[in-house]
């Protein structure tokens, strides 16, 4: 059994990311351990994401767009992110590039899939799923999918399906991205929108998205998509589909557990990178991997910052509520969000980085009457929660990065 200073359980996305962001910060001291059953290469995801340019992730980016689209049934608004600008990612090049950092580490690798983390306190020994021991580490920092620590009072998913769409001649805008086109047909207890990545005039991701209590049928998304694509007045006959995505992610004011023992931290929607209220994880989850690489080139834990501010997802908790209820519809909910904050302001809060001051200017955006309504009504399910504790959820919906990371 090999001795390590640092078990990474996981090469998915934020597995990916923790291996670059090491090689960035120039760690090179440490026994580093990379385990997970599947040795990930090619496309099998993509991440949409907000930020400014000349980040580490810029040599990868498929696309990026300074302006991009919100549409609602009351109207088109084109939003300019300037200084930020909305970017595609798609997973070859995250997953070469950290294949290349597990080199460069002189990192080993397990091929076997991961059951019990034994910490005691000292150090971690990583359990094959037969229970045999595969390696002891100092540190485990494990990005498998795991549920919340107690049950939410609301719990939604985040469920998608896109195709990648490519046309024989121009259809496709390359200069401005869809973010969320919300004439799609609402769900019953919901909200559905649709939204376009167009990487050329001729190649697109054009993708159906739900936020609500359960995911559809194959034939249901497919209905959804020829549904949107008709609203784009796209001519899916002379269209080819090249690759399809699927994804599912947990929407949820259930709180996860970052640190479930003194030696492992949790990464990605297990860690809290997933925003509660859009099911968005790829900027937290980038965040994360920078806290830990920064952590221990400088000799210290490799313990993340929380994703989000806790008032943060006191505001989600507030928000899926109004939403689950129905006490405010989606489309409007979002509508007054970008008709009455700037563009920059609105993403910004959804990447869990704006002040107190602006949290407040967000807020007053909102329908009172029913958040407030919400409020109370979270307020008294949390008093409940504490007098009567329910027991842990048994599962959780697998985390699939897409528009969310995803």
């Known amino acids: 059994m090999d001795n390590v200073d640092l078990a990474v359980v996981g090469g998915g996305g934020a597995g990916s990311l923790v291996l670059a962001a090491l ?16 040795r990930k290469r090619g496309q099998d995801r993509t991440w949409a994401f907000w ?21 609602t049934p009351a109207g088109q608004r084109r939003l300019d992110l300037a200084p930020l600008r909305y970017a595609m990612l798609r997973s070859a090049p995250v997953y070469e590039r950290a294949a290349e950092a597990q080199r460069r580490l002189g990192a080993t690798r397990a091929d076997a899939a991961v059951g019990a983390l034994d910490d005691d306190g000292g150090s971690v020994t990583v359990r094959d799923a037969d229970g045999a021991a595969l390696l002891r580490a100092r540190w485990v920092l494990d990005s498998r999918p795991r549920p919340p620590r107690r049950a939410g009072r609301t719990s939604w998913l985040q469920h998608f399906r896109g195709w990648w769409l490519e046309s024989a001649g121009p259809v496709f805008d390359p200069g401005r991205a869809v973010l969320m086109d919300f004439r799609t047909r609402q769900p019953a207890r919901g909200v559905s929108f649709g939204y376009v990545l ?8 054009v993708e159906y998205t739900e936020f609500s209590p359960a995911a559809l049928t194959d034939a249901g998304y497919d209905a959804a998509l020829r549904g949107y694509a008709d609203l784009l007045g796209l001519d899916l006959t002379a269209l080819t589909v090249r690759e399809v995505e699927n994804g599912v992610i947990p929407m949820t004011d259930g709180p996860f557990e970052p640190r479930p023992s003194p030696r492992v931290v949790r990464l990605g929607t297990a860690g809290g990178a997933t925003r509660p209220s859009t ?10 991997a920078d806290d830990i690489a920064r952590a221990l080139a400088a ?18 908790a507030v928000a899926l509520r109004a939403l689950d209820r129905g006490a405010v519809g989606g489309p409007e909910f979002f509508d007054r969000l970008f008709d009455r904050n700037p563009a920059q302001r609105v993403l910004r809060f959804l990447d869990g980085a704006t002040t107190p001051a602006e949290d407040l200017a967000v807020m007053r955006s909102s329908p009172l009457l029913p958040m407030t309504s919400a409020v109370v009504g979270d307020a008294g399910g949390r008093l409940r929660a504490r007098l009567r504790p329910g027991p842990a959820p048994v599962g959780t919906a697998p985390c699939r990065a897409g528009q969310a990371g995803s």
């Open 23 to 38: 090689d960035r910060h120039g760690v090179r001291d440490l026994r580093i351990a990379v385990v997970d059953p599947v």
């Open 51 to 71: 930020g400014t340019p000349g980040t580490d992730l810029e040599p990868m980016l498929s696309a990026s767009w300074r302006q991009v689209e919100v549409t």
């Open 279 to 288: 099911g968005f994880t790829f900027s937290a989850m980038h965040r994360q």
């Open 198 to 205: 167009p990487v050329s005039d001729r190649y697109a991701l």
């Open 299 to 316: 000799g210290r834990d490799p313990v993340p910052r929380p994703a989000y501010p806790r008032r943060h997802l006191w505001m989600d």
